[in-house]
Every structure is written in structure tokens, then in C-alpha cells.
């Protein structure tokens, strides 16, 4: 599977700290990259299990491995779940998605390690990918979303990805997630 080089510089360097903060696995662009998809991306996306539940700790341990926040704001942090930095050696960013539980655990536990230019990364599973670009919705995302199902439309379970969006739908007070991933997959000949 093959992603960007200075994706695979950070994806190696972030790979030995996540190891020692939880369940983890890589999600976005990277991961419609290292899934086949051709796709330019200026980032890296995780999402992370942090245990313990210590983000101020955390940081500092990215900040050994040459890791800088980039928005230095517990409240920020607290607010979205989400701890911004930029990987030093290569200046590329790196947004880590903190854990909650529910449909996130789901995805930890359907994470399959796969080699990524001689690194071990869990990778999020394909159905959950295509799940996590529906319910993004921006532009670029569902254009993520089709390439995914044009390559893997007879592999995917998707009485799986209907389920999920149906329970998504019901829990964001949303009815759009259905429709879109039904115009992702009725625009691609069977």
C-alpha cells in the first residue's frame, strides 16, 4: 500500500508513540491513499484511544518525538476531541482524533494492521471508511467515498454501512446519510 513519502515518514515516527497510548487507527486521505484511491492530501488523520486519558502528557511525549502542537488550547482540545500538530521533519500535519465511545470503538476494533511502506499501521476498515466520508459530506470526501466503492463495491457489506447510517441518521436527528451513500452507489454500474 503506498501513501505520500512524507506521509510514511510521519506514519513511522508516530507509530512508535501511539503504541504506547492506546488503540489507534489511520482514517482520511492517507488511508483513501492506501487504500488505492488516487488522491493528493497535505495530512495525516488518526484517530487514538488515548489511555490513559492524559492529553497534556501526551502532547509532551509527541513533542519528544518531534511532534509540535498546533493549537495550543486545552479548551480546543476539551471542545473537539481533536489535537492538531505538525510533524517537524516533514512539516506536514497530523490532526489526532481523540476516542470516544460507541461508533468509534467499533472502528478500533475493525482496524486491521497493514504494512504501509514497511511500517505497521491499523488501518481503518474500508466499510468504516466509506461510513466516515458519508457522514463528512464535504465535497472532497464523497469524491473519496465513490473512488472507495468503485474499487471495492463487491467486497463491501452494505446492509453494514446502510445499518450504521440508518443508527447515525437516528442519533444526529439527520435523514440525508442514506440518500447519499444510495447516490454514491446507484452512480456506479454493478
Same mark, same amino acid.
Given at each position: 500500500?503506498?501513501?505520500?513519502? %512524507? %506521509?510514511?515518514?510521519?506514519?513511522? %515516527?508516530?507509530?512508535?508513540?501511539?503504541?504506547?497510548?492506546?488503540?489507534?487507527?489511520?482514517?482520511?486521505?492517507?488511508?483513501?491513499?492506501?487504500?488505492?484511491?488516487? $488522491?493528493?492530501?497535505?495530512?495525516?488523520?488518526?484517530?487514538?484511544?488515548?489511555?490513559?486519558?492524559?492529553?497534556?502528557?501526551?502532547? $509532551?511525549?509527541?513533542?519528544?518525538?518531534?511532534?509540535?502542537?498546533?493549537?495550543?488550547?486545552?479548551?480546543?482540545? $476539551? $471542545?473537539?476531541?481533536?489535537?492538531?500538530?505538525? /510533524?517537524?521533519?516533514?512539516?506536514?500535519?497530523?490532526?489526532?482524533?481523540?476516542?470516544?465511545?460507541?461508533?468509534?470503538?467499533?472502528?478500533?476494533?475493525? %482496524?486491521?494492521?497493514?504494512?504501509?511502506?514497511?511500517?505497521?499501521?491499523?488501518?481503518?476498515?474500508?466499510?468504516?471508511?466509506?461510513?466516515?466520508?458519508?457522514?463528512?459530506?464535504?465535497?472532497?470526501?464523497?469524491?473519496?467515498?465513490?473512488?472507495?466503492? /468503485?474499487?471495492?463495491?463487491?467486497?463491501?457489506?452494505?446492509?453494514?454501512? /446502510?445499518?450504521?447510517?440508518?443508527?447515525?441518521?437516528?442519533?444526529?436527528?439527520?435523514?440525508?446519510?442514506?440518500?447519499?451513500?444510495?447516490?454514491?452507489?446507484?452512480?456506479?454500474?454493478?
Amino acid at each position: 500500500m503506498q501513501v505520500q513519502p %512524507a %506521509a510514511l515518514d510521519l506514519l513511522t %515516527a508516530l507509530s512508535q508513540v501511539l503504541a504506547r497510548w492506546g488503540r489507534w487507527y489511520l482514517f482520511g486521505a492517507q488511508a483513501v491513499i492506501a487504500y488505492g484511491v488516487p $488522491r493528493l492530501s497535505a495530512d495525516v488523520d488518526v484517530t487514538l484511544q488515548l489511555v490513559p486519558d492524559d492529553p497534556e502528557r501526551f502532547v $509532551r511525549d509527541m513533542e519528544e518525538a518531534g511532534f509540535a502542537v498546533r493549537v495550543d488550547d486545552p479548551d480546543f482540545v $476539551r $471542545r473537539t476531541r481533536v489535537i492538531p500538530f505538525v /510533524h517537524l521533519a516533514t512539516a506536514m500535519p497530523l490532526d489526532v482524533v481523540l476516542a470516544g465511545s460507541g461508533l468509534e470503538d467499533e472502528f478500533l476494533d475493525r %482496524a486491521r494492521e497493514t504494512d504501509i511502506g514497511g511500517t505497521t499501521v491499523p488501518l481503518i476498515d474500508t466499510e468504516d471508511l466509506v461510513i466516515a466520508k458519508v457522514l463528512a459530506a464535504r465535497p472532497k470526501d464523497l469524491e473519496d467515498a465513490r473512488g472507495l466503492w /468503485h474499487l471495492y463495491r463487491r467486497k463491501l457489506d452494505v446492509d453494514r454501512i /446502510h445499518r450504521t447510517l440508518r443508527l447515525l441518521e437516528e442519533a444526529l436527528g439527520q435523514s440525508d446519510l442514506l440518500p447519499c451513500f444510495e447516490s454514491i452507489r446507484d452512480r456506479e454500474p454493478e
